[in-house]
């Protein structure tokens, strides 16, 4: 009954004496440990900041060789002042009805658990506190994630208690409210043309399609007519570098590898020096995913990082974190990981292409707020699409358009 207390006082009290006291009792009495833990949280998520940052300096302490403009950690995606050019993944208009028709299809699964639940909550029923229970219950299995579910129900009260409403009616309005919620992250990545090459690094755990992501993205921006190189950073997987030399090709991009297992900052380091030297408009930096071995890769990823500072002090200009959204909840663990890594500049969501599990970029905006760049619906080159929140809350909603 978490959405109980997010009502208005006005409805709270009419709706307070339909409710027997125990459930009022027990509604207040999960409203003061939720309140507890969100401060106890937030006093953790300070304490970890602080550590990370302390983590951070030593880093940037420890490093010799002085790079061309010393900053600190944080100072990773200062924009530059004034951007005289920017170029955006834009969609091509022709495409975009049959992308909302894939994204439709991709979100079936999703759409359908939800269309399903609505209906059989809101057959011939008021919007009253039981139907609200299982909506907000509904919600949260489909992946919204519970503050997102408890608010979207307590604005359905809000506006419709104790009315005759029907499925539909409450998809449409879960689907327009969603939307909101979505549409400060769903940002395009945004690339200055006045900065040669912009630097994009690709993080995220094994198999969560970084390497896929990079040759639909070189691709997009290979097409418009951009000169790309990818560098295949990823050396500790076996084929790593072959799967991404594919790619490459795919995408007429430039190609940079080095031998298993060698360095992978250095090799970075050598792939921003060639890129320059070749005039590149995007430089992407593969990396690998071994989350299973954290320190490892928390030492690879700030090598990565402070050895290309040494050429740009501004780079990486981006770095993204890829998530598989068929991992659901799972999603939110790995930003908090890889939040400790690198800063995170934005987010790619793959696999949204029948996933059950739509509903966590509504978890990741309520938690991160981190920009969601684009997402992956399906393996083929073209299957990158930018991330639209009118589209998306409708497909996931299974809304007409
Ligand atoms: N259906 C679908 N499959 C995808 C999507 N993106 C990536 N994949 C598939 O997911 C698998 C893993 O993708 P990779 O790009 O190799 O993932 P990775 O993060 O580079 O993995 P590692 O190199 O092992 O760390 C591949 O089989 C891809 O074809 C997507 O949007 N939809
Ligand atoms: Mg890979």
């Keep these: 009954m978490g959405w109980l207390t997010r009502i208005k006082d006005s409805l709270l009290s009419k709706i307070k004496k339909k409710i027997p006291k125990k459930d009022l009792e027990s509604v207040e009495k999960t409203r003061k440990e939720k309140k507890e833990t969100i401060i106890k949280e937030e ?8 550590e990370e940052q302390n983590i951070q300096k030593k880093i940037v302490d420890a490093e010799q060789k002085p790079i061309e403009k010393k900053k600190g950690f944080f100072g990773l995606f200062k924009k530059k002042e004034k951007v005289e050019k920017i170029s955006e993944i834009v969609k091509d208009p022709e495409k975009k009805k049959g992308w909302f028709q894939k994204l439709k299809t991709g979100l079936f699964k999703s759409s359908e658990k939800i269309t399903q639940g609505v209906k059989k909550i809101f057959v011939n029923k008021k919007l009253d506190v039981q139907t609200l229970n ?17 608010k979207l129900t307590a604005e359905l009260a809000n506006e419709k208690f104790d009315k005759n409403i029907k499925p539909e009616e409450v998809k449409t309005f879960l689907a327009k409210k969603i939307e909101t919620s979505l549409e400060n992250i769903a940002k395009p990545l945004v690339i200055d043309e006045t900065i040669k090459p912009i630097v994009i690094l690709v993080v995220g755990v094994n198999g969560t399609g970084k390497t896929t ?3 639909k993205l070189a691709h997009q921006y290979s097409s418009e007519g951009k000169k790309t190189m990818i560098a295949a950073c990823d050396t500790f997987r076996a084929a790593a570098t072959e799967q991404l030399q594919i790619w490459a090709e795919r995408s007429n991009s430039e190609f940079i590898k080095g031998s298993q297992g060698c360095d992978a900052a250095g090799l970075a380091y050598e792939a921003l020096e060639e890129s320059k030297k070749k005039n590149m408009d995007i430089l ?19 090598k990565i990082i402070r050895v290309i500072r040494k050429i740009d002090s501004l780079s990486p200009h981006h770095c993204l974190l890829t998530l598989d959204a068929t991992t659901g909840q799972n999603a939110l663990s790995q930003v908090e990981i890889f939040k400790e890594m690198a800063e995170i500049s934005g987010l790619i969501v793959t696999k949204l292409d029948g996933s059950a599990k739509g509903g966590i970029l509504l978890s990741l905006a309520e938690k991160f707020g981190l920009p969601v760049h684009a997402i992956g619906v399906g393996e083929k080159i073209e299957d990158l699409q930018s991330f639209e929140a009118q589209e998306f809350a409708k497909s996931l909603m299974g809304v007409e358009k």
């Design 213 to 215: 992501t990079i040759g």
């Design 43 to 50: 006093t953790v998520q300070k304490i970890e900041v602080k």
């Design 134 to 150: 299982e909506l907000e219950e509904l919600l949260i299995m489909a992946d919204l994630g519970p503050i997102a579910a408890e």
């Design 284 to 302: 992407f930096i593969d990396t690998a995913g071994r989350v299973q071995n954290k320190t490892e890769l928390m030492e690879e990823l700030a």
